[in-house]
């Protein structure tokens, strides 16, 4: 074990080891405090601040530009579907089936299209889905699956991954079109 001696003092510092008999110095006389950068707190003293009064009939203005925390409702549209393709949820027909599939906060489906190893492996998402996962996973499957025969003459076998833990189901290939023309016709 070492045993240093170490002097200081504001112009230099020391540090002696007494069993090699070797000394390190340093000099600050050469260093200097920085002037203080924009970004740095300065202390002022009291009566340089400014003086604050709370206005309450002056708040209204500053709410305006504050940030709303709830997304509105949609407007009413005289026809549906909307130019964009937006439809509102048909409360009559969704409560036909024993599932139910929520919409996002910003009134859309929860669809979301994935690729996977280097886009050569195609899914499609489906969230928040609630009640029977498994009776809309196959009422989904036979629905795009009459879909592809119609329109692209095709007999295919769609498969899907149903997660009933975070409530989603994952489709094997790129077929949210037909997958949104489903959630429209249930009413979701």
């Given at each position: 074990?070492?045993?240093?001696?170490?002097?200081?003092?504001?112009?230099?510092?020391?540090?002696?080891?007494?069993?090699?008999?070797?000394?390190y110095s340093s000099n600050f006389?050469?260093?200097?405090?920085?002037?203080?950068?924009?970004?740095?707190?300065?202390?002022?003293?009291?009566?340089?601040?400014?003086?604050?009064?709370?206005?309450?009939?002056?708040?209204?203005?500053?709410?305006?530009?504050?940030?709303?925390?709830?997304?509105?409702?949609?407007?009413?549209?005289d026809f549906y579907p909307t130019?964009?393709?937006?439809?509102?949820?048909?409360?009559?027909?969704?409560?036909?089936?024993?599932?139910?599939?929520?919409?996002?906060?910003?009134?859309n489906f929860p669809i979301y299209?994935?690729?996977?190893?280097?886009?050569?492996?195609?899914?499609?998402?489906?969230?928040?889905?609630?009640?029977?996962?498994?009776?809309?996973?196959?009422?989904?499957?036979?629905?795009?699956?009459?879909?592809?025969?119609?329109?692209?003459?095709?007999?295919?076998?769609?498969?899907?991954?149903?997660?009933?833990?975070?409530?989603?189901?994952?489709?094997?290939?790129?077929?949210?079109?037909?997958?949104?023309?489903?959630?429209?016709?249930?009413?979701?």
């Open positions: 074990m070492h045993r240093y001696l170490i002097k200081l003092n504001k112009l230099n510092a020391t540090m002696v080891n007494p069993s090699v008999l070797v000394a006389s050469k260093l200097s405090e920085r002037k203080p950068l924009p970004s740095r707190p300065i202390n002022l003293e009291g009566h340089e601040f400014t003086s604050v009064t709370e206005s309450k009939e002056e708040f209204k203005y500053v709410k305006k530009l504050l940030p709303s925390l709830v997304v509105p409702d949609p407007p009413e549209h130019p964009s393709g937006w439809v509102p949820p048909n409360n009559e027909k969704c409560s036909k089936f024993p599932y139910f599939v929520l919409r996002t906060r910003f009134h299209a994935l690729e996977r190893e280097g886009g050569s492996r195609k899914l499609v998402k489906i969230k928040r889905i609630e009640g029977d996962i498994w009776k809309f996973d196959e009422d989904l499957r036979n629905y795009v699956e009459k879909c592809i025969e119609k329109n692209e003459d095709k007999k295919l076998t769609i498969y899907s991954q149903v997660n009933e833990v975070q409530r989603q189901v994952m489709v094997k290939g790129h077929y949210q079109d037909y997958i949104s023309k489903f959630l429209i016709e249930c009413g979701f």
